[in-house]
């Protein structure tokens, strides 16, 4: 295979993000979900960070997503911690000596507290402020070669400015969009930054959250106009935006928008996550009249956080990812589930789509499963199980599962991609 990532061979990998796994005293995430009290700390990663690490060695793959916690990092407003920055460092380490390739995520989701108080996306000041922290993880953490900027804008901005249940809490669409116009000028600049900063040839890209997106009636034509206008906004206008610059959103009885975004090619790969398929249905009663349901279609099931599972949407989201000419990545794909067959039955069949999509001269180049071990799920706290590896939250044992043996096997037998 012709690999202009130049790795050796396909990434294998899996995911996860710092504040699932060890929380962070500093971090608006604690005081929100103080309300919740579902104790993002509780895995305690930021101990057992090493041992965690040895499960990635039994599971054989070649590479791990994980993110920097900017609060640990930045815990006040021109403080910088040097020992959690060592930590971070660390962790880079011990994964380059075991040839695990690290491929970090700059922001997922959570912020210092200082800054969401401060500084809200909507404020221009906040570009500044995080580049302040981005080009300090730029210039000082060494052996990174692939850098996630922001995971999943959008599901930002729709759940802390559209719905406004997770932070800052707004519920103002003008203000949201206002938000996502500042995250994407930082990824421009930090994607520069990063080029400047970073030795070798950084890979840069933002991780996408791409759903397939359906009317809930074939037959009714509101349905399918608010079908239509979701997948532009929320699948496709980020793509448009990376190919030519401008953000370009129309949402019904509203004026359209288009803004200037400093973002055009500024991506080296793309990373799409991808999970469900999200049935749509006009609904006068409901919030921009907008009702989501999931539904069983395809008869394998709804996962444990009543997801459908629709392994061909994956198909369908790279297809339209790969218009942007840069090598895919999936760095997100799982499945919340006790059910252990279950969960090996979505990797397999995602996985198979995968193959399809790459023998069929689809670009993608890494597959990274979602998640390592059980976490904290933001609103869903410690029910969603997404692990390969089960937590027991008493005892903090992480035991693994019959999908942590088939995802090496998975590997193992595919690693000609
Ligand atoms: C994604 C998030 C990740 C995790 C999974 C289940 O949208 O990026 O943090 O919560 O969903």
Redesign the pocket.
């Known amino acids: 295979m012709n690999n202009k990532l130049g790795v050796d061979s396909f990434l294998w990998g899996v995911a996860t993000?710092a504040f699932?796994l060890e929380g962070s005293p500093y971090a608006d995430w604690t005081s929100w979900d103080s309300i919740l009290d579902t104790k993002p700390h509780i895995t305690n990663h930021y101990e057992l960070y090493r041992e965690d690490l040895k499960l990635l060695k039994d599971l054989g793959v070649n590479a791990y997503r994980f993110s920097i916690e900017w609060s640990r990092i930045q815990p006040r407003e021109n403080i910088w911690d040097d020992e959690a920055i060592a930590h971070y460092q660390e962790i880079i380490d011990i994964l380059n000596s075991n040839n695990i390739e690290p491929m970090i995520t700059l922001h997922?989701?959570t912020h210092p507290l200082w800054f969401i108080k401060k500084y809200p996306w909507h404020e221009d000041a906040s570009i500044g402020k995080f580049l302040v922290f981005a080009e300090k993880m730029a210039s000082t953490l060494k052996g990174v070669r692939y850098w996630i900027t922001f995971?999943?804008p959008y599901?930002l901005i729709l759940a802390g400015y559209f719905e406004g249940c997770t932070p800052p809490g707004i519920r103002d669409i003008s203000l949201g969009i206002r938000a996502l116009k500042n995250i994407l000028a930082c990824h421009g600049k930090t994607y520069d930054l990063i080029h400047e900063k970073v030795a070798g040839s950084p890979m840069v890209s933002v991780?996408h959250?791409m759903a397939a997106l359906a009317p809930w009636s074939r037959w009714n034509p509101l349905d399918k106009i608010l079908a239509k206008v979701a997948r532009h906004f929320y699948n496709h206008s980020l793509l448009d935006a990376f190919k030519t610059g401008i953000l370009n959103v129309k949402f019904p009885f509203k004026e359209e928008i288009c803004i200037a975004v400093p973002i055009r090619d500024k991506l080296d790969f793309f990373g799409v996550?991808y999970?469900t398929r999200i049935h749509m249905r006009f609904n006068p009663f409901k919030k921009m009249g907008i009702e989501l349901r999931h539904r069983d279609i395809d008869g394998y099931g709804l996962t444990d956080m009543g997801w459908e599972i629709h392994p061909r949407g994956l198909e369908r989201v790279l297809r339209h990812a790969s218009e942007l000419n840069v090598p895919l990545i999936i760095t997100?794909n799982?499945i919340a589930t006790r059910d252990c067959q279950k969960k090996i039955k979505y990797m397999k069949r995602h996985v198979d789509v995968l193959e399809r999509c790459i023998k069929e001269g689809f670009d993608v180049r890494g597959y990274f499963y979602?998640s390592l071990i059980d976490n904290y799920?933001?609103l869903q706290g410690l029910d969603a199980r997404?692990g390969l590896y089960r937590v027991d939250f008493d005892t903090l044992e992480r035991k693994p599962t019959n999908a942590a043996a088939y995802y090496s096997y998975l590997i193992k037998s595919r690693s000609s991609f």
Request: charged share 20%; no cysteine.
């Open positions: 993000s699932q997922h989701f995971n999943e599901v991780a959250n996550n999970y997100e799982g979602w799920e933001w997404f």
